[in-house]
């Protein structure tokens, strides 16, 4: 059973990119699906959560109206979309799996997660 995040880099401000999260072992679609992301010297910090029934809660403002979230089933992969980056999304993205009837910003409550894939915002 594993999640792998892949899909970070190096993006200009204004600039977009597309992370994914894979599952293998395990049918992603029967979970929450939260997204956390740690910047360099702070703590980990939940961005997102997508619940089975399509409703994404935000756990960050700063976010809202730049990042989403969509699910292919087919491949067992979620993805985050990130529009106009900015300097502070600059982290380390992570995918986690919850099986429950509610998303959490609290990494530790999640039944799986992945490793985290880097995502730098800079000119």
């Known amino acids: 059973v594993q999640l792998q995040a892949s899909g970070g880099g190096l993006v200009q401000p204004g600039g977009s990119l597309r992370l994914s999260c894979a599952a293998f072992g395990f049918a992603l679609d029967d979970y929450y699906i939260g997204w956390f992301r740690q910047a360099p010297g702070k703590e980990r910090e939940g961005v997102l959560c997508?619940?089975?029934?399509?409703?994404?809660?935000y756990y960050n403002d700063s976010v809202k109206g730049r990042f989403t979230i969509s699910r292919d089933n087919a491949k067992n992969t979620v993805y985050l979309q990130m529009n106009d980056l900015k300097p502070e999304d600059t982290a380390v993205y992570y995918c986690a799996a919850r099986s429950g009837r509610f998303c959490t910003p609290r990494p530790g409550l999640y039944n799986y997660r992945g490793q985290g894939t880097l995502v730098t915002v800079s000119s």
């Open positions: 997508h619940n089975v029934v399509n409703s994404i809660t």
